[in-house]
């Protein structure tokens, strides 16, 4: 039977001669490889509409403060924290829908609570956030209304970056702390915080004790 691959057809000078013709056009294609203008794109994020800033009045009856708050934010009554109802009636949420976004706001009465356990709260649920905080920074601040509190800026992968409160010392005591409906991400949320940050500071220079 005839082979169809018959041995020692081709001499060992005519075999290398093959694989050194073959070995340089593998280089020549790497070469060219390499030296293509491809450069890998950045790693970015969805282009976001940001919607114009416009403010409304926060004004309900019983409550004990007023507000000024975004026309693209609703206000919805808080009645459950963690399962339990809330201390009082005036503990509300700010919902920003179009960013999956939402300030929690608790109020507490000052004499029913002591003011310097009040405090250390803010600072020891602002100080949670440690682990994965790679700076907090609190500072004070006193509005054009005469309303004083403490600002609290966390960096870092963290479920909320901008917390704050607000008192008089004498009867009233409110928190404030912005979080997303999101996995943590400092880079994806930075320019939504930004923007809302702006909101949440409006609401601070507009606010009033009743």
């Known amino acids: ?15 290398a001669y093959i694989c050194s013709i073959a070995l340089a056009t593998m280089l020549c294609i790497g070469s060219l490889s390499c030296n293509s203008g491809y450069t890998p794109k950045p790693k970015g994020y969805f282009k976001i509409n940001f ?20 026309v693209y934010a609703n206000v919805v009554k808080d009645s459950v924290f ?14 920003f829908p179009q960013f ?11 004499g029913k609570n002591k003011l310097d356990k009040l405090v250390n709260d803010a600072f020891t649920l ?3 956030h ?23 800026k966390v960096g870092g992968d963290v479920a909320t970056a901008n917390q704050f409160f607000l008192t008089d010392s004498v009867h009233h005591f409110l928190r404030g702390a912005l979080y ?4 943590p991400n400092e880079d994806s949320l930075a320019i939504v915080n930004r923007f809302l940050l702006e909101d949440v500071k409006h609401l601070i220079q507009t606010f009033h004790w009743k």
Do not use: C
């Open 51 to 70: 919607p114009e800033k416009k403010y409304k009045l926060f004004n309900q009856p019983g409550y004990p403060y007023t507000f000024e708050y975004p």
């Open 82 to 95: 963690f399962g339990e109802a809330t201390e009082n009636p005036w503990w509300i949420n700010i919902n």
């Open 126 to 128: 602002t100080n949670k």
């Open 180 to 183: 997303f409906d999101a996995t």
């Open 130 to 152: 440690s682990a994965k905080a790679y700076s907090i920074d609190d500072s004070l601040f006193v509005t054009p209304n005469n309303i004083h509190g403490v600002f609290f």
């Open 1 to 15: 039977m005839k082979k169809l691959f018959p041995q020692n057809t081709l001499s060992k000078s005519a075999l």
């Open 100 to 110: 999956n976004g939402r300030v929690y706001v608790s109020y507490k009465e000052i």
